[in-house]
T-cell receptor, first 115, second 111 residues
Framework: ETGVTQSPTHLIKTRGQQVTLRCSSQ?????VSWYQQALGQGPQFIFQ???????GRGNFPPRFSGLQFPNYSSELNVNALELDDSALYLC??????????????FGEGSRLTVL | KQEVTQIPAALSVPEGENLVLNCSFT??????LQWFRQDPGKGLTSLLL?????REQTSGRLNASLDKSSGRSTLYIAASQPGDSATYLC??????????FGTGTRLKVLA
């Protein structure tokens, strides 16, 4: 059974640039959630996707957007990067049925540094 | 608004000790509570999930309990080992499909 995989593992961007992070969900999981974890903090919910639609969103501005594809993989896009966007971005998948909320299985994360 | 607190923030113990990590939450209307382990610079590894209808869950040397009425969960680690050194996070899952995380307890087990 393949777990949650994320790419890239590390990346460096400059302020104002755009970034796309990718996530492949665990086999059989149809729900994907994205979390942002700043250094020394707990993860914060960005949004969740189920059946290719956004199913809930945390307190993040519209420049954070996402997609889910028919194979349940997902992308997180961040436009107009700011220094405070530097963080570990974590993707988690959950098995069906769509629970409230389902058990989370995380990938290793993408470490974004904004200079 | 749900808030999750973990005490202590850091803990250092000698190998072999039994220890308890605490997690408290302000809104008792949760669906489940999940405990995770995070190694430095890595993702989160799920340890235990407790559904709201359950009181506890066990896996190996780990036991997690849930008391919704008091807004508390505890993670008990028996016979701690140096390999248990990591940050332990709890997360409360509510009705909006998201989890609220605590800031974690950083555990160091000394050989």
């Amino acid at each position: 059974e393949t777990g949650v995989t994320q790419s890239p593992t590390h990346l460096i961007k400059t302020r104002g640039q755009q970034v796309t992070l990718r996530c492949s969900s665990q086999s059989g999981h149809n729900t994907v959630s994205w979390y942002q974890q700043a250094l020394g903090q707990g993860p914060q919910f960005i949004f969740q996707y189920y059946r290719e639609e956004e199913n809930g969103r945390g307190n993040f501005p519209p420049r954070f957007s996402g997609l889910q594809f028919p194979n349940y993989s997902s992308e997180l896009n961040v436009n107009a990067l700011e220094l405070d966007d530097s963080a570990l971005y974590l993707c988690a998948s959950s098995p069906p049925p769509l629970g409230s909320p389902g058990e989370l299985f995380f990938g290793e994360g993408s470490r974004l540094t904004v200079l | 608004k749900q808030e999750v607190t973990q005490i202590p923030a850091a803990l250092s113990v000698p190998e072999g000790e039994n220890l308890v990590l605490n997690c408290s939450f302000t809104d008792s209307a949760i669906y489940n509570l999940q405990w995770f382990r995070q190694d430095p610079g890595k993702g989160l590894t799920s340890l235990l999930l407790i559904q709201s209808s359950q009181r506890e869950q066990t896996s190996g040397r780990l036991n997690a309990s849930l008391d919704k009425s008091s807004g508390r969960s505890t993670l008990y680690i028996a016979a701690s080992q140096p390999g248990d050194s990591a940050t332990y996070l709890c997360a409360a899952g509510g009705g909006t499909y998201k989890y609220i995380f605590g800031t974690g307890t950083r555990l160091k087990v000394l050989a």
